[in-house]
């Protein structure tokens, strides 16, 4: 259930901030991908805090449970406030926007590090954490299609512009907000974090994060991967907008189209894994997003059916991704403890949440300069044209920049060598050591 508060926090701002910013608040295309970059930007350095101080944390609820129900309400909260400001002053209205992402920025490190440590506690298994990442992803889809399909409908349900906004920010919010009370309460009972000795300072802390080979193979595919996606992602709307030419069903359309197939091939991606291993698996997903990406060039002169078919075969990769790296994840963890007896759960996630939330602001940032390069004009809450550059731009943002991103990345995959032999290995020289 935690999933469906990172899910509407990680999916909404990409989708929908950029196009706030340049369309309604009439802030150039340029500052406004800064304006999505730099709040998410500041947890890069938060996010390895907010896991140290989770790794240290004693509490009767354990030492990451109070952060799912305190950090998880306020990002509730401060996400309303994005799109709340005053709307006299239009400029003071998007300086008000970027401070509230800022500070819901900071929310969310503390709720998604200690969240995203809790597996590698919970079990110590190495197929069981693939079916634990089964479960997660297959919520994080529903939050991802809850609040990424129907976030655009309420603003232009509820009178577009503005006030369509706000609505959405308030319907947001309350996903949020009942993901994290969900996610406590549920979890109540389950195995927490055991104390031990951990590293004496952050600094000292990240150098055994570097150490780890694995890990760092691993965070960097998934960084760069998550980039292209959310390069893809800010483009969704200008692509209904312009490229299709359907602005009020085609993002919920699209949207839907790519995150809908991953609650049907989930069990499927789950046997995969299972036959081929979780590596050659996240090679085979991220191998069929990328070319499904590059196919989508031609969604200039294609219906739009094939396009939401290519999408489809995109979310089909776009959850095997995600299953795989997951659950590849508390495997790095868990040799980390093997080899080193120290308790780093935050440090890594910390980490790795530092590296996904930075994906993500970059990937808007990304887009932003496509707009920028291709002459975008930005308006205040009213249609204008837009040159073909423009269009060219959106469409290319959309399609080639996502799966250069995504694809050539997959190559580092090959000096990964965790598996279960390995973590076995690890393990028995840890009980005679």
Known sequence: MGSLATGAFGTVPGLLLLPYLTDNLGVTAGLAGVLVLLPKAWDVILNPVAGRISDRTRSRWGPRRPYLLIAGLAMAVLFAGMFAAPVSDLTIAAVLCAVAFLL????????????VAMPAEITDDYTERTRL??????????????SGAIAPLI?????????????????????IAVGAVAAFVGTRGTVSGRVSESEPSLRASLRVARRNHPFMVL???????????????????????HVLRRPDDGPTV?????VGPALLVMPLWNRIGKAIGKRKALVLSSSVMASSAAALVAAWWLPAAPVYAIVALMGVGYAGQQVFALAMLPDCIAYDDLRTGRRQAGVFTGLWTAGETFGLALGPGVFALALTLGGYVSSAAHTVGQPDSARWAILLGFTVVPALLIGPVTALLGRYRLDESTLEDARAKRQLG
């Open 104 to 115: 819901t920025a900071s929310a969310f490190a503390f709720f998604q590090v200690p969240y």
């Open 133 to 146: 990442m089964t479960w997660r992803v297959a919520i994080l889809a529903v939050a991802i299609l809850v």
């Open 155 to 175: 603003v232009s349900g509820t009178g577009g512009g503005i006030t369509g906004y706000r609505w959405m920010g308030a319907f947001v919010a309350c996903l």
């Open 219 to 241: 965070l960097t595919v998934f960084v760069v991967q998550t980039i292209g996606i959310a390069t893809m992602l800010a483009g969704v709307k200008y692509v209904a907008d």
């Open 254 to 258: 699209l949207f839907a189209c790519f």
